[in-house]
């Protein structure tokens, strides 16, 4: 079981060469492909979790999803995965367990395809676009580095190794009153999908001791 930190975003790359992966299993699957659910680096630390469709009738939020998710989700369709990204076949990963803390939020439109990625350091809706269409994997990653105002210093395997200062947005104070839904709750009825990356702040100490 896993819980998230859902009042900040640090708004920072930990593990580049993740993202690039979790980007190339995204843009691979397509329009109709995509679905939703979660990829877990080899290591468990870092997730990418690919939120289902809002609609106007549902009676929960983005923000429910994504706890509700990696608490206790389970794939039930075809289009629904948990696997580590990048492979041949489908593998699958376990549940991610201990807490998670948000790194960054990007909203994608397969039908575009445009990327935008959620940086509110001030303004509590300001998202920048990402170019996705025909553009690799990893020129995603460095231009998100570049958005959280990082600077790509080593080139390495499927991304880059950066010194990127630590922005921390606190969601509930930043621009917005305490108590009022995520601003990535906008997104209902439309084909925009919301991706989430975390990283592990801490383990379940039993589940991961060693003996």
């Known amino acids: ?95 991610p367990r201990g807490h998670f803390n948000i790194n960054f939020v990007v909203a994608y439109n397969p039908s575009a395809p445009s990327l935008y990625i959620f940086d509110p350091p001030k303004i509590v809706d300001n998202w920048h676009q990402a170019v996705v269409f025909k553009t690799e994997p990893k020129d995603i990653t460095t231009q998100i580095i570049t958005f959280l105002n990082g600077e790509p210093t080593e080139e390495v395997a499927f991304g880059f190794r950066h010194n990127a200062p630590i922005k921390s947005t606190n969601l509930k104070t930043a621009g917005i009153r305490p108590g009022v839904p995520h601003p990535w709750d906008d997104f209902r009825q439309t084909s925009i999908r919301i991706i989430v990356f975390l990283s592990s702040g801490s383990y379940d100490a039993i589940n991961y001791q060693e003996v």
Do not use: C, W
């Not at 469709?53 to 429910?64: A, I, Q, R």
């Open 1 to 95: 079981m896993a819980t998230v930190d859902t009042s900040t975003i640090t708004n920072t790359l930990p593990d580049p060469e993740f993202v690039t992966k979790s980007f190339r299993f995204i843009l691979d699957r397509g329009i109709m492909g995509l679905g939703s659910g979660i990829l877990k680096s080899r290591d468990g630390n870092h997730v990418a979790v690919v939120l289902p469709e809002l609609h106007d009738d549902d009676n929960y939020s983005n923000e429910d999803l994504l706890k509700e998710m990696m608490s206790k989700f389970t794939p039930k369709r075809k289009n629904e995965f948990m696997m580590i990204p990048n492979h041949n076949s489908a593998v699958s990963a376990n549940q």
